[in-house]
């Protein structure tokens, strides 16, 4: 798991400096003995950090979402649907979001969240751990909540259940304030039961079409700002000597190169994910993961879809298919 130090030169008080990841917030222990009190997610801006303490007594307040919440949702008690804390409090960091389209409601580690349409800021909350003791190789994943460009890649991890919930616009890549877990189960890359997943952003696009897959039904969007792509953790990496063709049978995942000036006139289908058959270099190209100086890329099976889109991006011309039973997309770390 990638931990990134986050230094907070601002005062405690403040917002602090933009988030890097989304795995973990690690500050100096005075710092977290002088910190302010949690209030609400109100003002925060979209990619900040703020640091606060919770008491025991504090999460029964109004909550809207399952992570992100709505700007005028109570921290502390969010916290402690998100799992961040326990009944005894503790320090937490907030983090900045772009309002959502709407905020799904659940029931988590004892609190129940309600519904809300449109709102105009959010917040997401993450565990604020001690300098020096937040950096074992086999620190626990955080639970998914919200995307971020500037965090991605990240791994996280989705509960049982993770089929209901939040809204998802897409079928990848999804909007970038869609439900990360839901997406994830749609896309095949967890079932319902949840699981890790792995996070990375994606370019936006002019549309997102819906559908139906793997228990999940996903909506149409227009134009939107950002996107994501998920895949699986814990897949075994195959490596490959030479220039990458299509994706092996017995492959998770898969690391080959593409040469420099590699043609791009080899049969790839879909916008990503992509059929499994496709030429990954090709795919490659199409998605922006290399260009014509080629290199290393990172291939990703996938469950597959039911329908897959062709396009045009980045001097690529993709086909449409109907069903197929694998898919592949590409790590961008």
């Not at 609190?111 to 709102?119: A, V, Y």
């Not at 791994?155 to 998802?168: H, I, K, L, Q, R």
């Not at 549309?207 to 793997?214: H, K, T, V």
């Not at 700002?225 to 299509?246: D, K, L, N």
């Amino acid at each position: 798991m990638r931990l990134i130090v986050l230094a907070l030169a601002a005062a405690l008080t403040g917002l602090t400096s933009p988030l890097l990841a989304q795995q973990a917030n690690v500050f100096a222990q005075a710092e977290i003995d002088s910190a302010p009190a949690c209030g609400k997610g109100r003002g925060i801006e979209d990619g900040t950090v703020q640091l606060c303490t919770c008491k025991a007594t504090t999460f029964k307040r109004f909550v809207w979402g399952s992570g992100p919440y709505s700007g005028h949702s109570d921290v502390c008690t969010a916290a402690r649907h998100a799992g961040v804390i326990g009944e005894d409090g503790g320090a937490l960091a907030v983090v900045g979001r772009p309002g959502q389209k709407s905020y799904e409601g659940s029931d988590a580690n004892g609190i129940s969240t309600k519904r809300w349409g449109l709102f105009q800021s959010s917040f997401d909350v993450m565990p604020a751990l001690v300098a020096g003791q937040a950096a074992a190789a086999d620190a626990p994943v955080l639970a998914c909540t919200g995307f971020s460009a500037d965090a991605a890649p990240f791994t996280c991890a989705c509960p049982e259940g993770s089929d209901a919930g939040g809204s998802v616009w897409g079928s990848g890549p999804y909007t970038g304030d869609s439900d990360l877990c839901r997406a994830a189960v749609h896309a095949g890359a967890i079932p319902a039961t949840g699981g890790k997943i792995k996070v990375t952003a994606a370019p936006g696009q002019d549309a997102y079409e819906g559908s139906s897959q793997n228990g999940v039904t996903s909506s149409r969007w227009g134009s939107y700002g950002q996107s994501f792509e998920v895949a699986a953790v814990g897949g075994g990496v195959i490596a490959m000597q030479g220039t990458c063709s299509t994706m092996p049978a017995d492959a998770e995942s898969l690391v080959c190169v593409c040469a420099e000036n590699a043609p791009v006139s080899k049969s790839v289908w879909g916008s990503g994910p992509y059929t499994a058959d496709s030429d990954i270099c090709t795919a490659a190209r199409h998605a922006g993961v290399v260009d014509a100086a080629g290199g290393s890329v990172t291939a990703i099976r996938l469950k597959g879809l039911d329908a897959y889109a062709g396009s045009s991006a980045n001097g690529v011309t993709t086909s449409k298919w109907g069903s197929f039973e694998q898919s592949i997309t590409f790590d961008r770390n």
